[in-house]
């Protein structure tokens, strides 16, 4: 009935918005679709690809050509026979695209697919009786829902173009998914970095501009990478465990979608360099009771004995506007992060505000971060190291 021919391209995550996204162009059609708000893979809801995919390094574009043969395309008479036709090859390629990026993500710790179209993995979906997904675990946002060029995509990427038949079937129909990759862990798994809290004594970008130049003066090669905001709820235990053990769970979220982030203990700690476990889970909605973030956060809380996820509660919310600047100095690759926060407790309330810099190992060799943070803590007198995460700040800051 047909044959799939697949493909494949790796891009960096952030050029892949960049160049291939634009929601503006395409919400009207969006709207006039009959599942817009009426399937939670789709719009409204879906986050703003630069921002959902600020965290990872780069995607894999994975296209499935479903080429129908001369049968399955006679067969397609009338419009109902075509619709059965078309789900029975599209519809299987699709459903086995699926399946095939939800087993690549338990193998490729912290990635995350986008889907090929619209969820169907249940006959109604649940949006549109009002209800939360009934499978958020396995539901995957629609790839042109974030507003991606679809033709273009298959076409420059893909060397695909996309085909319609005004009846029948035309010669192929495209799938088009992608799954997320975060980058190598440096130190196997280890969060190393360094933390500053920024006197709000001179203008942030004057400060932002000594920084850059502290940098390349000592041979680094530093580029811009634009700025994101982040909005992060902090949770813990009614006796603060997570707070006295020196952890950290945070659900990072961006529209309906959020990147669940567990820091354990800290490993090792020198003058404000921190080493610590980090582990991710993308989630859907921020919602703590679904099976795989239970398993994720038992194995988590481990390190905290007592503690378990139905212990946790809201803490502290914490807004940042980050800018983000990537440094190499030929041995590694570090991340250099500019950030205006502002912490709340779990009552609302006046915000507290202060401005923080981060320089965090990214790949290659981590020797030269020591050296790098020395140079700015000389060059840079005013700089205070930070003794705690951003959720250890909030709670010092809102008492
Ligand atoms: S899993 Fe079911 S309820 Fe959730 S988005 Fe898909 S179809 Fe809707």
Redesign the pocket.
Same mark, same amino acid.
């Given at each position: 009935m047909y044959r799939a021919q697949v493909k494949a391209v790796t891009l960096p995550a952030a050029q892949w918005p960049e160049e291939f996204c634009s929601p503006g162009r395409f919400a009207e059609a969006c709207k006039a679709c009959p599942d817009y708000g009426r399937?939670? $893979?789709c719009p409204p809801g879906v986050p703003a690809a630069r921002e959902a995919f600020a965290p990872y390094e780069r995607v894999h574009i994975v296209g499935v050509k479903v080429i129908y043969d001369e049968a399955a395309r006679a067969a397609a008479v009338t419009p109902e026979r075509t619709e059965e036709l078309r789900r029975a090859a599209y519809g299987e390629a699709k459903a086995v695209l699926r399946e095939s990026l939800l087993e690549l993500e338990k193998v490729l710790p912290g990635s995350w697919s986008v889907a090929a179209g619209r969820?169907?993995? #249940?006959s109604r #979906? $649940? %949006?549109a009786d009002g209800e939360p997904?009934? %499978?958020?675990e396995?539901?995957r946002l629609s790839f042109s829902g974030f507003g991606f060029d679809l033709g273009r995509v298959a076409e420059e990427l893909l060397g695909m173009p996309l085909l319609w038949a005004a009846e029948g079937l035309p010669e192929y129909h495209v799938a088009v998914a992608a799954l997320l990759e975060r980058g190598a862990q440096p130190e196997d798994g280890l969060e190393l970095e360094q933390k500053y809290i920024v006197a709000d004594t001179q203008p942030w970008d004057q400060f932002q501009d000594e920084v850059m130049g502290v940098l390349r003066r000592m041979g680094c090669t530093v580029e811009r990478q634009g700025d994101v905001r982040q909005r992060d709820v902090y949770y813990d235990t009614a006796d603060d465990a997570l707070l006295r053990g020196g952890c950290s769970l945070r659900m990072r979220t961006a529209g309906e979608a959020a990147l669940l982030t567990w820091k354990g203990k800290p490993a090792e700690r020198q003058g404000g360099l921190f080493a610590r476990r980090e582990e991710e889970l993308p989630v859907f909605d921020g919602d703590l009771r679904g099976e795989r973030v239970r398993t994720f956060l038992r194995s988590c809380l481990a390190e905290l004995p007592g503690t378990g996820p139905e212990m946790l509660k809201r803490c502290a919310e914490v807004e940042n506007h980050r800018r983000l600047v990537r440094v190499a100095d030929g041995g590694g690759v570090y991340e250099l992060a500019f950030d205006e926060v502002a912490y709340t407790g779990p009552a609302g309330g006046h915000p507290c505000r202060e401005r923080q810099m981060e320089l965090e190992h990214k790949a290659g060799g981590s020797e030269g971060l020591a050296r790098l943070a020395a140079a700015l803590q000389s060059a840079l007198p005013g700089l205070v190291c930070a003794q705690g995460s951003k959720y250890q700040r909030a709670r010092t800051l809102l008492g």
């Open positions: 399937i939670w $893979s969820c169907e993995l #249940c #979906c $649940s %949006r997904c009934r %499978r958020p396995r539901m």
